[in-house]
């Protein structure tokens, strides 16, 4: 009992494990070396925010261990609160010294695994800083999607699904700003229950890390909004490769033919323009009616 107590007041996060906690037996997700705490978290807005996520991809499904996340938060977070909506409990992870990506922010890096009778279709983590006196800021939401087999796509029908695909071992990225102004990218990935808005089903080679995809696509299973569709291609890293060279093209739901299709090359003075949301190369413009 005076463990468990410890648990729950302490943000040592090595000091309880997850079978300390009664809920975890029965919670959805599962993130080792965090803190678990029963529940929803607070709802606040005052304390610091969610400034980039980085996953490699959207999708997951039911057993899967060990699915590598990192955040970068915003200056004075001490921690983030990561919670899988309708799960039992969250967990409270410590953020670490900034690093590369971020060399003035505190960032952090884990692993999520997922309970084998994790539901399939389409999930919400919710994500939100925290600073050193426990305020929490705006939450972030982070959809995933459950699939059986972790090779079928998450959706194969979609109204409108653009694609990059590139023919070297590098880290490019796909940026597509909607007519919104909103940009899916690999640090806005998807939004969860939003009409018209699109995902990004992969960040592929992210960080030099090589998957062997070199293809990123941003889909919409509902209609898209209508409006002008700027694509761009930024070249986050070469990732010792000379170059690369890239194709983008665009389809619409039971269309044969492309809307659109356009190529190009990735040198190493692409790298850089800048890691923005709007960085990259143009390479399409699309306007839907």
């Not at 300390?20 to 965090?34: E, F, K, M, Q, V």
């Not at 060399?103 to 890096?109: A, E, G, K």
């Not at 959706?155 to 990059?164: D, K, V």
């Amino acid at each position: 009992m005076r463990r468990a107590l410890w648990c729950l007041a302490a943000l040592v996060l090595l000091a309880c494990d997850v079978a300390a906690n009664p809920a975890s037996s029965l919670a959805l997700l599962r993130i080792d070396a965090a803190q678990p705490v029963p529940g929803v978290p607070d709802g606040q807005a005052a304390g610091p925010s969610v400034d980039g996520i980085g996953l490699l991809a959207t999708r997951i499904w039911p057993g899967q261990v060990g699915k590598p996340i990192s955040l970068v938060l915003s200056e004075g977070a001490t921690a983030a609160v990561l919670h899988l909506v309708g799960d039992s409990l969250h967990y409270i992870v410590p953020a670490g010294a900034p690093d590369v990506t971020a060399p003035t922010l505190p960032t952090l890096s884990t692993r999520l695994s997922f309970a084998p009778w994790l539901d399939r279709g389409p999930h919400t983590l919710l994500i939100s800083a925290v600073d050193a006196s426990g305020r929490s800021g705006p939450g972030v939401f982070q959809r995933l999607d459950a699939v059986a087999d972790p090779l079928a796509p998450p959706e194969p029908e979609s109204f409108l699904h653009i694609t990059l695909r590139w023919d070297r071992a590098a880290d490019l990225d796909l940026h597509v700003q909607e007519p919104s102004g909103r940009v899916v990218w690999s640090r806005h990935k998807a939004s969860t229950a939003s009409p018209g808005l699109g995902i990004l089903d992969l960040d592929s080679n992210a960080g030099c890390v090589l998957d062997g995809q070199q293809r990123e696509q941003v889909r919409y299973p509902q209609p898209p909004a209508a409006g002008r569709y700027r694509i761009r291609v930024s070249t986050y890293s070469l990732c010792r490769q000379a170059t690369a060279y890239w194709s983008v093209e665009a389809y619409r739901f039971g269309q044969a033919a492309p809307l659109a299709i356009a190529r190009g090359q990735s040198l190493p003075s692409d790298t850089r323009t800048g890691q923005g949301a709007e960085s990259g190369i143009l390479a399409l413009e699309l306007d839907l009616p």
